[in-house]
Each structure stands twice: as C-alpha cells, then as structure tokens.
C-alpha cells in the first residue's frame, strides 16, 4: 500500500494506481468524464481532473499521475478551480442543457461536476455554438444523440474491449468531431449484438438503449 | 569484420564515384543543371528542360541535362546552372529560365559563346568576369550545412552524394562504438530542429539504455505549418543525407528498423526517397549487414494522410499503427515506450540531416556554428512580404533583422515592415522592436514565438494582425484532432471572437475573453497543438493591442484589411471627367457616373474588392480605401441613374 497526502488527508491506495484512482476510492471527489479505470493507457481527453502536486510548477491530470509514495495533493486550488472550470464551460457551450426532456437528469455526470465546480450549466461568459451535428442517429439497439456527447470516448474503449474490435469509434476531426459507426451504410445494419456497454457507459445521455430492449433485458437478466 | 575491411569496401564505392566523375570530365562538352524539385516544376522547369533538350537537339550540340534539387532561391525559379567549360566563364546560375529564355541561352550561349548577361544571376565561382553568386547577401550570408549539397547534385544518383562525401559518416560510426557516436552527438548540441529542441544526443541516450532490444527509428517528415517546406526541399534535393543520419542514428541506439513519414502531398519526395533507398541498398549503404559489418538496417516510407496533428510524435506512431491520429499522453514518451509499444526515437527530417557532418567533421567544428546554447544552423522557409523568399539557412544567433533585410531583401515595394510570425500556425508574431532578437531556441520562446520547424512570414504595414491571428486560429482549429476539450473547443470559440472583432462586432470584454481562454488552452491542452495554438492571438494581443481595441472601440481596421471595417471611394477633385476604367471591372456595377460626369462608388452595392483602386491609372489615383466606412463621403446616384440599375437589379 501507498500512503500519499490529498487535501491535507492521509489516504492509502495500492501502488500502481492512478491518482485519480485513489482519490475516488478514498472518497474524494475529481470531476472526471474519460476515465476507466481498467484502462491501461488513460484517454486524458477531457481535461476535468486537474489537480496540483507539489513540487511540479503546473497543474497536471490526475488520471496520468501514477501514485507515489509521499504525494502532496491539492485538488482544489484556485489555478486547477481555474481550468476545470473553463474546460466544463467549454464543454456546455456545446451541449445545451434541457433538463426537462434530459432522460438521464438525474444520473448525469455533468450535473454532478457543475454542482462541485459550483458553476450553473450554462457557458456564461462563452457563447453556445451550434455544432451542427444530427439530431439523432437511429441504431438498432440504440439512439446516439450527438449534441448530448461530450466525446470522453468511453463508448469506444468498452465496445473494443467488449467485442474486440470497435463498432464505433471518433469520426470527422476538431469541432465536428462525434462519434461515428462502423459496420455498414445503415446504422441499423450494424453488427452490434446489443451488449449495451457503451450505453451503460456513456455519462452524458448521448447513447440512450431502446426501451424494448431494456425490458428485454430485464426479463432474461 | 574489421575496420580494415569496411573501409575497403566503402573505398571501392568511392573509387567507382570517382570513376564516374572523371568520365563525365573526359568529354568536355557543357552541362546544364536544371533546379527540378517541386518549386521549379511548379514554375515551369519541366517546359524549360524540353526547351533545352529541343533546341539541343535542333543545333546538333552536344550537352549533359542534370536535374538537380532545390537551391532554396525561389524568387528566381526556375534556375539554370551551365558549366560551359570551353567557354571560357566560370559554372553561370541563371534566374526565371523559362522556355523561351532557354532557347535564348542554348543559342547565344551554348552555340555563340555569349553568356547572356540579362538572364545571370550570377557566377558560381570568384572570377573577373561576372559577378559571382557569392558577392550577393542572399549567398554570403548564409551558411550551409544541412542544405550544403541540395541544389548541387542529382538526387536520384547516390555516386554524386558519395562524391561529396557521402556515406563517410556512417563508415565513421561503424567504425566506433554506437556509445561513442552518441558522445559526439551529445557534445555537439544538436538540438531536435521539429520545434521544441530536445537535445537529440540525450534522446538517443535514453533509447539506447533502454533494455528492449527491437526499437525504431522514426523520421518525422510529416511538415505542415502553412508556408513552410524546408523538409520538402531537402528530402527532394539530398535524400541520402537524411537516410545515412536515420542509419547512423539507428546504429547509435541499437535499432535495425525505421519508418521516414513524409507527407502523401509530397510525392517527389517520396519518390525521391524511395529511390534513394534502393540505390543505398545495392551498394549495401542500407539493408542487412551494412558494407560486410553486423549491423542491419532497413528503411521504409509511411506517407501520412494529411493530418497537420501527425507531425506531433505520439500522433505520427498512431497513424503509422493504422490509428486515428490523436496525440497521447505522454509520458511514456515514444523513446521508452512509442511504436508497437517498443522505444522509438523520432526525429525531425533537419535533425537527422544534420547527424553525417557532426560525425564527420567532429561536434567542435558544429559548436563553431551557432551559439552556445543552440549550435549548428536554422533552416527558415522565409515567406510572405520579403523581396527574396525562399530557403535559408544561416547560422543560428543571427538576427532576424539580418535575416529579413539582409538575407531575403527586406520589405518590397517600400513598404514598412510590421510583423514577423514564427513557427507556424502556434507561434507568435513579433513586432519591429523584436528584430534584433537572435535566431535561436531560447531567445525566441522567450520573446513569445519559438522556433518551430522553421516557418517565417513576414508582413508588411497592409497586414491587419487581427485577420492574420484569425487566419492562424481558423487553421488549428480546423487541424485539431477533435480529442481534448481545450483544443477542440477552445480553438472554436477563439476563433468566433476574432471573427466577430474583424467583423466589427466585438465586444467589450472580448480582449479579456481572449486573454483568459488562450491562456488556459494553453495550460490545459493535452498535446503541442493546443499548448500552442493560441500563442499568435496572445503575442499579437501584447504587440498590437491598440489595433484589436480600434476594431472594437472604433469599428475600423487600421491596416484596412478587414472587408466590413472599410469603404473604398472615389475623390471628385482627382477623378478624370471621361475616364471609364473602373466601371468596366466593377463586378457589381457599383460605380455610377455623377452630375459632374465623374465617377462614384455606390456603397449599398459595393463588394469592396478592391479593382477599381487597382486599375485606376496612376496618374490620377483618385480611389481611397478608409476605415471606418463612414469616413467615405456619400454621393447621391442621379436620380434617372437609380432606376436604371434597379430595373437591372430585377
């Protein structure tokens, strides 16, 4: 075991761990969106879990810092409330907030953050934009609603991991990124066993399983 | 094997060059160097070739044709060398050499003796009857090293490589202990010349202590900063340089294979390189058991598919795994951990280019180049504003005063200078009181540029720099991979705001917006290309804030660059009664003829393309450009006028 200092706390976490990692297994909350915690190579895409180290001049991701032995940690410094803060903005100045008709409000991760970053869901002082991406992309098992994604790229890691070969993966590249589906020209074509996976993942709502298929699922649990 | 025996071989490689040499020699008849790599070609070179080869032909005189590479000259494309031996002149170097001008030469020159003195450039060696190249700063100032041979000899044939000295730094390397070969690059300095500087001797150390023993070599020719192509040239003009610094490398740390990157865009270059590779396996130069030793060593060509992001390291190793191309956390960094999972060193294609002198003529003589902190020299593809663009490549610490108005000319058309943008899309633009900044890694960052790979535009006073920081942002932001929240959308929204300010649409806290955002995209980014995306808004923003705060505050563009900020019109006292120039090329039929049958310029129709100010002849100049458009007085069309153009307008 490996005893390190978060927010002047003694935690204890085994070695090889993430910091981020340890922190969310002792309890201490780091906003987060990419992160798997089985995942070999961390994706460190969505830029939410900075935290401050001492003895490095510059904040650093928690889910790219291997824990070691004596780590000072501060995770909610003015520099590291600085930039997640503007990489959650950034984030909901693409996706628009509709709390109403939002199937997943309450489990939402992004909800969870505003409230710990203590920042309202929308981009204030930026501006929305509008990403001009589909409404709604209809799949077997499934419905991918592109506005809603946030890209953390979770849905890609469990599909290959789950089937060993990805059904979806990032398609276009800069602001039209979103995620696109292989297989065949129809998406409801796609060879896609319903493992549900990146449904069950997917921490914003974007990939939202079918009603029937839930039901279905429940019946032959 | 011993050393014996390696050099034996080698000797024969080298006698055979020789051979060659003097066979060319032999028969004195006149040779004509033709600059045929991308640029040339671009500019008409193949034409200029067959116009040779005709009138050759057509006057039964007998002459060589050598395609040669770049010369980095290319205000002066397409270039002509001729060594005319029985002449009497020195080898002549001959400027825009098209067609016609090359019937010209073959007949006054070739055939008459006369070397045309209207078309020289000048000649390339000291003599008393031409001015010599050399004489010229464009020549004198620069120092050659890595493009020392680019431009002098065909690239498609390694005996000329090996005649300059080619290869021999490889047999040097074999010869010592891949240990002693990484001291020298140590002591030398070099740092990697891809933009960041990393000391290449360090990286290679680290490869070699690694104790995996199937690693890679990478060279990274994946360039895309917008106008910049100083790997192009070189892996164009010179291949075998870059493929014996990847094999000396390779024997330094340990690797017997490598992939070179280069952009699919360039296909001369790879091309150019394929062949390269070929013939340096033949000669058992590459390939297994380099010239009887025991060291193998195979070279493959990977082209990129057109990702600017695959120039950075972590990316490049994605897509040549057959991956999306997006940048990894690092560390590990590819040297511990890159290709296939196995160490990999990737250097730029000036790093590796570099390695064959440094090895051959020792790290003190490259220490004598430069300075202390970044010896050797800089290869800058100098564009935008300046009299002679092109390659340059000058000793690092020179100033970029000397480099912009010695080296290249300065500003032409007398107009002042502005601005110089370096490294690229995520440098930073430096104003005129930067000019006597030194060329090298440290000085540069320091003033909010860098070095990058060896970009530099320089702008002239029509240079609006907040259109020119938009134009940068526009590109990284449609470069961006789409991976990171900072870069993906950060970029974007960056992008929108000086959008809106160059439309005169900005907003009080826009600068502060900017100021904020680029500074924590820069922090927060996972890779290079968002670390650096927003340093051309935060250097312009320092340098030239005053022109941000007139777009917002004044809705004008002081440099009268940006299309909503400004109106042309016509001045009455100085428009000629008659004249009808401008009418004809308006493409709107903007311009109407006034009471006073002179002409004006209807505002609601105006595109603001600028003609009419370009053809209004000289003499009279009577179209103005002003910013804010209010500033142009408003004429009334004549009444009969206007129904005219609206039933036209229907």
């Known amino acids: ?221 | 094997m011993s050393k014996l025996e390696l050099r034996e071989r080698f000797a024969s490689i080298q006698r055979e060059s020789e051979r060659r040499n003097e066979e060319k020699n032999k028969e004195s008849i006149p040779t004509i160097f033709i600059v045929m790599s991308t640029c040339g070609l671009a500019s008409g070179a193949t034409e200029t070739k067959q116009a040779f080869e005709e009138a050759l032909s057509e006057k039964s005189i007998k002459a060589r044709i050598v395609p040669v590479g770049c010369l980095g000259h290319c205000y002066a494309e397409p270039l002509v060398i001729i060594d005319h031996p029985t002449a009497g002149f020195p080898p002549i170097c001959y400027y825009q050499i098209n067609a016609d001008r090359a019937r010209i030469l073959v007949r006054s020159y070739l055939e008459g003796g006369d070397p045309v003195l209207k078309y020289v450039l000048g000649a390339m060696e000291e003599n008393d009857l031409i001015p010599a190249v050399m004489d010229f700063p464009r020549f004198s100032l620069e120092q050659r090293l890595v493009m020392e041979h680019c431009g002098h000899i065909d690239p498609n044939d390694i005996y000329q490589y090996v005649a300059k000295g080619g290869y021999s730094g490889l047999v040097k390397a074999l010869e010592a202990e891949p240990e002693e070969v990484i001291d020298l690059v140590e002591k030398s300095g070099l740092r990697g010349r891809g933009g960041a500087g990393f000391p290449t001797g360090r990286k290679w150390r680290i490869a070699r202590a690694t104790e995996i023993d199937d690693k890679f070599v990478i060279c990274n020719g994946d360039e895309g900063d917008p106008g910049a192509y100083m790997d192009r040239t070189i892996l164009e003009s010179n291949p075998h340089q870059l493929l014996e610094g990847l094999a000396i490398c390779a024997y330094a740390v340990g690797a017997n294979r490598s992939i070179a990157y280069v952009r699919a865009e360039y296909p001369l270059a790879v091309k150019a390189l394929q062949k390269a590779i070929k013939s340096a396996e033949e000669l058992s130069l590459l390939g297994p058991s380099i010239l009887g030793t025991s060291f193998n060593f195979e070279v493959s060509v990977f082209q990129g598919s057109g990702a600017f992001v695959c120039g950075e390291e972590t990316a490049l190793i994605q897509s040549i795994e057959g991956k999306r191309g997006m940048p990894q956390h690092r560390p590990p960094f590819p040297v511990e951990k890159g290709l296939w999972g196995r160490p990999t060193v990737v250097n730029n294609v000036k790093t590796l280019s570099s390695v064959p002198s440094i090895i051959l003529r020792g790290p003190e003589w490259f220490r004598t180049i430069g300075t202390e902190h970044s010896p050797g020299t800089a290869i800058f593809s100098v564009v935008g504003n300046v009299k002679h663009p092109g390659l340059v490549e000058i000793a690092m610490g020179t100033s970029l005063r000397t480099l912009i108005f010695d080296v290249c000319g300065g500003i032409p058309k007398k107009k002042e200078f502005k601005a110089v943008q370096i490294g690229g899309p995520s440098g930073g633009c430096l104003p005129s009181s930067f000019l006597d900044t030194p060329i090298d890694f440290d000085s540069l960052t320091q003033a909010g540029a860098m070095m990058g790979s060896g970009g530099m535009v320089v702008m002239d006073e029509d240079s609006c720099m907040v259109d020119v920081s938009r134009y940068f942002l526009d590109f990284t932001q449609k470069e961006s991979c789409g991976k990171c929240t900072f870069c993906r959308i950060g970029t974007n929204h960056l992008l929108n705001i000086l959008d809106r300010i160059t439309k005169g649409e900005g907003r009080e806290k826009d600068l502060e917006l900017l100021e904020t955002l680029s500074k924590d995209i820069k922090d927060g980014s996972l890779c290079g290309l968002g670390k650096t995306a927003p340093n051309p808004v935060l250097t312009s923003l320092k340098y030239f804030r005053e022109e941000y705060e007139a777009h917002i505050n004044e809705k004008r563009c002081p440099a009268l660059k940006c299309r909503t900020l400004i109106a042309y019109y016509i001045d009455l006292e100085k428009c000629a009664r008659g004249c009808e120039v401008c009418v004809g090329c308006c493409p709107v039929d903007a311009i109407f003829t006034t009471k006073g049958r002179k002409k004006a310029i209807d505002q609601e129709l105006c595109v603001k393309c600028g003609e009419c100010r370009s053809v209004c002849p000289p003499e009279y100049d009577a179209v103005f450009k002003v910013s804010p458009p209010e500033l142009a007085p408003i004429i009334e069309r004549p009444p009969e006028e206007k129904k005219e153009s609206k039933k036209s307008a229907v």
């Open chain 1, 1 to 221: 075991m490996i005893k390190l200092i978060v927010d002047d706390k003694e935690i204890k976490t085994e070695a090889g761990n993430s910091l981020l990692q340890a922190c969310l297994e002792n309890g201490i909350f780091i906003p987060n969106l990419c992160f798997i915690k089985t995942r070999q190579h961390p994706h460190a895409s969505c830029r939410l879990c900075f935290v401050e180290i001492d003895g490095l001049d510059r904040p650093v991701t928690a889910c790219t810092e291997k824990v070691r032995e004596g780590l000072v940690v501060k995770t909610d410094t003015p520099t590291v409330r600085r930039l997640q803060r503007t990489a959650f903005k950034l984030l909901m100045s693409g996706h628009p907030c509709e709390a109403k008709v939002c199937p997943v409000k309450g489990s939402c991760q992004l909800i969870r953050i505003a409230k710990h970053l203590k920042v309202g869901l929308n981009p204030k002082p930026l501006e929305y934009i509008d990403r001009e991406v589909e409404e709604e992309v209809d799949l077997t098992f499934f419905t991918y609603y592109p506005y809603r994604c946030v890209l953390c790229g979770k849905c890609v890691y469990v599909c290959r991991e789950k089937n060993g070969h990805n059904l979806l993966t990032f398609a276009q590249r800069g602001f039209d990124t979103v995620i696109g589906f292989f297989g065949s020209a129809e998406p409801v074509d796609l060879p896609c066993h319903g493992c549900l996976a990146c449904a069950t993942i997917c921490p914003t709502g974007a990939l939202i399983p079918k009603p029937e298929l839930i039901k279905e699922a429940k019946m032959n649990p």
